[in-house]
């Protein structure tokens, strides 16, 4: 996400690192180029306006530190303008009050709010809450069975009645049957329209009247830009909005939505939808966008998605077995299938630090390879993957045709690990490490 904008932003901190110092006759083309980029990237307006304004009067009036260049100067003062523009700080859910709270799921019809209402209640169960997903959209065909589905990957309990259209009635339903399962809250999938109408509107007030929810979050598609916003000030007028979730910001490179939101609404961001898998949803942090935003990484993402997907004590046993030079294909499948449960390689890569809109762009991460090397260790035999050195031409064959590749791709699995541990064996050394740092670094 925000691929285009990160690039033209490198452009602008580019030319001004030549410059001895940042004055209103350099900087007038770089904020040029910068308003450019934002309404390249679907900023709004009067938004784009402000935030160029904000940054040229910071950069003129801050005495410019000895130790940065312009260049270094420019992207400071644009990295605090923008965690300004996104919010400041992250706006955590409020779920005050007595239990079973409410959160109502607003959105119209495809921005992904069944999805959303998902992975929301996957969420909360990994803070220690017991949700209850409550099938409230009674319109569309196959809601209410999407949503069964969906708890059901998440292995979390859902309340739905197919016999009624009344959503109050379902509504207080789902209260009564959340006292009785000892649910702490509820997350109530509301329907949509392919564009806001007063039916819908009455309906979601008549909803929110009924179980006063502790928050209305506005289920928005990034991909929307603009439009997002207009949708988001109507709802807040007709209904009244805690928050908005941005889906679908894996696919917009643009951006423009997440940056004009909170600015034009005044209603923070609290999520963000990063794919269609139940964990890929992220709590919206404003620093780690801007980030992101600006090619600096986001560690904290990156080692929370680590804590969550990958196995602590796997780790450790991991880490001996290394050390002591065990590691077998057995291990390299586990290690593999963890690093999947992370997400995209290419979304895990944006991650980190460095890697700026370029080189992500240039990057080649093929994602069916690690599908084909998955395929390839799953159809050897476990005594195979502890013992690779056993597999002979007619094994080879086999696993080839096992995993529906070529002798060739078996062989050079095979070799590429052979490989890998020959470097294994080499760090493993005591020393190594330490002679491997001074042939790296030329002494001072």
């Known amino acids: 996400m925000f691929q285009d904008l990160q690039s033209k932003l490198e452009g602008v901190f580019k030319s001004l690192s030549g410059q001895g110092k940042l004055s209103e006759e350099n900087m007038a ?18 938004v784009a306006r402000g935030f160029v304004e904000r940054v040229r009067e910071k950069a003129l009036g801050a005495e410019v530190l000895k130790s940065l260049s312009p260049g270094q100067q420019m992207v400071k003062i644009v990295h605090e303008e923008l965690i300004a523009l996104l919010g400041g700080s992250t706006a955590s859910l409020k779920l005050e009050g007595s239990p079973p709270v409410a959160v109502l799921v607003m959105g119209l019809q495809g921005s992904g709010k069944t999805t959303f209402s998902a992975k929301l209640a996957l969420h909360l169960k990994s803070m220690g809450r017991r949700p ?79 179980l006063q929810p502790s928050e209305r979050l506005l289920v928005l598609d990034a991909m929307t830009g603009q439009e997002a916003v207009s949708i988001a000030r109507t709802f807040d007028e007709k209904i009244g909005v805690t928050g908005s979730v941005l889906t679908k910001l894996d696919g917009d490179a643009r951006g423009g939505a997440a940056l004009s939101m909170v600015e034009v609404t005044g209603k923070p961001i609290k999520f963000v939808s990063t794919g269609e898998k139940p964990n890929e949803l992220d709590v919206f942090h404003p620093d780690r966008i801007a980030g992101r935003i600006l ?23 991991m880490e001996q077995k290394l050390r002591k030079q065990q590691f077998d294909l057995e291990d390299f499948l586990d290690q593999l299938r963890q690093i999947k449960k992370m997400g995209p390689l290419k979304q895990v890569l944006g991650l980190m630090p460095g890697m700026n809109a370029k080189m992500l762009k240039e990057a080649k991460v093929d994602e069916k390879q690690m599908a084909r090397t998955e395929a390839i260790i799953s159809s050897m035999t476990l005594k195979e993957r502890r013992r690779p050195e056993i597999i002979n ?5 086999r696993i080839a045709k096992g995993s529906g590749t070529q002798v ?29 740092g001074k042939g790296m670094f030329p002494r001072i």
């Open 295 to 317: 090619g600096m990484g986001d560690m904290l993402s990156l080692i929370e998605k680590a804590q969550q997907e990958i196995d602590e004590e796997k780790a450790k046993r």
């Open 29 to 46: 083309e770089g904020l040029r180029e910068i308003r450019r980029a934002l309404l390249a990237a679907d900023v709004e307006l009067s």
């Open 408 to 436: 060739v791709d078996v062989n050079r699995l095979l070799k590429q690990f052979r490989d890998m541990k020959k470097m294994m064996k080499v760090l493993a050394k005591p020393g190594s490490i330490d002679r491997l």
């Open 393 to 397: 031409g007619s094994r080879r064959k």
């Open 132 to 210: 209850l997903l409550v099938a409230c959209d009674l319109q569309r065909p196959a809601a209410i069975e999407q949503l069964e589905t969906l708890a059901g990957q998440c292995e979390v309990a859902v309340y739905t009645n197919k016999e009624t259209k009344d959503v109050v009635q379902v509504a207080q339903e789902a209260q009564r049957h959340a006292l009785q399962e000892l649910c702490d809250v509820l997350v109530v999938d509301t329907a949509g329209r392919l564009q806001i109408d007063e039916a819908l509107m009455v309906q979601l007030a008549a909803l929110s009247k009924a």
